[in-house]
């Protein structure tokens, strides 16, 4: 299935990968290896080069073949599936606005629980090829769009905590990252009815920030008031980052 186009995109594939590299509580590793190098190589995290990159040239005055013109434009199937770039974005509203009878929705979502799955262990090299999917600006900017499913947002806040804050380690635009993360929480806890919080409040699943305050953000925010890297950097955080930290 991790091969396969579009009829093949189903999320109980994905869920079937996650019992194969995480069995009784074990992660295997040699299992983790082989289907984050197949998701990579041939399934819905292959970056496939855009085909007006890569095709044959042809006089404008000639025919082009029927093969080239009937999948001039597709882009990179990693745009669909993690919502890259412009066009990625654009299929985000459309699903949400329109409907999603492709079922791409589930499908990112199990994608990026399977990404969670294959990073238990904290395996270096698995660590380091999933961060070249994922850099900490990409995570930034999906948890701030507000077309994210909110499911999505609390996968990516545990990779951003997986990926980048329990290492100590420096990584390029992590501290602008997580200072955009911190600014956005604090608008929408400005935005959202305190009664929400209240024990005996029941979860509304369209307003899901006091469940994720706690199982999703506090971990995310302990971690990094904690990381050695961006400690260095409070000291010389401005006013703003004072006032939002």
């Not at 995290?45 to 073949?65: C, Y």
């Not at 199990?110 to 799955?117: A, D, G, N, S, Y």
Request: with cysteine; proline share 7%.
């Amino acid at each position: 299935e991790v091969g396969g186009g579009v009829p093949y995109r189903r999320a109980h594939y994905l869920a079937l990968l996650r019992q194969w590299v995480y069995v009784q509580g074990q992660a295997i590793l040699r299992n983790q290896h082989n289907v984050l190098k197949q998701l990579i190589s041939e399934g819905p995290l292959h970056i496939r080069p855009r085909r007006r990159d890569t095709e044959p040239q042809f006089s404008s005055r000639g025919p082009r073949p029927a093969a080239l013109t009937s999948r001039a434009g597709e882009d990179e199937e990693v745009t669909l599936l993690l919502f890259r770039g412009e066009k990625g974005e654009k299929l985000r509203v459309q699903l949400k606005d329109d409907g999603d009878p492709m079922e791409l929705i589930p499908y990112h979502i199990e994608l990026l629980l399977l990404l969670r799955t294959l990073l238990i262990g904290h395996n270096p090299d698995m660590l380091s090829r999933v961060r070249v999917l994922l850099p900490p600006t990409k995570i930034r900017d999906d948890v701030l769009c507000p077309d994210t499913h909110p499911e999505a947002r609390s996968h990516l806040l545990q990779l951003m905590r997986t990926l980048y804050l329990q290492d100590h380690q420096k990584h390029t635009l992590l501290a602008e990252a997580i200072w955009d993360m911190i600014a956005y929480l604090n608008e929408q806890l400005r935005q959202t009815d305190s009664d929400l919080f209240s024990r005996y409040a029941v979860p509304d699943p369209l307003k899901p920030l006091p469940q994720q305050l706690c199982s999703d953000w506090a971990p995310l925010l302990i971690s990094a008031w904690t990381s050695t890297f961006l400690r260095s950097v409070m000291v010389r955080m401005s006013e703003d980052h004072r006032q939002a930290a």
